[in-house]
């Protein structure tokens, strides 16, 4: 998900997200009920182990709500006085991620699942749509799943390391929550991370 608002997160303020971010944020969340979509991996890079999961029924990742991380978030910042004044201005796209060029560029971005769908060989690509995308002092949220070995297929095994390796080139980090509420049955296999664009 991703929002154009007035203002960056700070980099000084606890939890280190700004009011503003987390009321658009809060919209999306109470306006839509997420579900898994089926991608169409023709031409994403990708082996034929997402055809065979979606072949499965492509159910079991479905949270069947929103994040429960993005949830923790916006009651943090609901709890510090969080408002909902930017409810009802949200705008929904679907894109092909990497060739993606908005119009205006994000303020804030939020990421989960999507770096560690692609194939490894796309991090890069992953990393420089978000620098495209993302305005100077602008924020991204990474929730990066599953950190646990889950053998060959996607989606992939990711390390705040790797993570790390690619954005560090546009972004700085802030902060990295590895306690952060997750679904049942995956404790230790998520964790957040904020990041600033330089």
């Known amino acids: 998900m991703a929002v154009s608002l007035e203002g960056p997160l700070s980099s000084t303020s606890t939890p280190k997200v700004t009011t503003s971010a987390v009321a658009v944020a809060a919209a999306a969340v109470a306006a839509v009920q997420i579900r898994s979509v089926q991608i169409d991996s023709k031409g994403s890079g990708h082996k034929p182990e997402w055809d065979a999961y979606w072949a499965n029924g492509g159910r079991e990742y479905d949270q069947r709500g929103p994040s429960v991380a993005l949830q ?3 009651e943090l910042v609901e709890a ?3 408002a909902s004044a930017l409810a009802g201005k949200l705008l929904f796209a679907v894109e092909n991620f990497f060739t993606f060029k908005p119009l205006l560029r994000f303020t804030i971005a939020y990421e989960y699942g999507l770096f560690s ?3 490894p060989s796309q991090r890069q690509q992953w990393a420089d749509a978000y620098a495209r995308m ?3 002092q602008g924020s991204l949220i990474v929730v990066l799943f599953p950190l646990i070995h889950r053998g060959q297929s996607p989606p992939y095994q990711v390390t705040m ?3 790390e390796h690619y954005l560090k080139r546009y972004f700085v980090l ?3 929550d ?3 509420r997750c679904i049942e049955g995956q404790e230790g ?5 904020v990041w600033k664009r330089l």
């Open 72 to 74: 923790e978030l916006l």
């Open 189 to 193: 296999n998520e964790l957040v991370s």
């Open 134 to 136: 993302i305005v100077p």
């Open 174 to 176: 802030l902060r990295v």
């Open 161 to 163: 390391a790797e993570c």
């Open 178 to 180: 590895p306690n952060c």
């Open 80 to 82: 510090a006085g969080g």
């Open 117 to 119: 769908a692609i194939a």
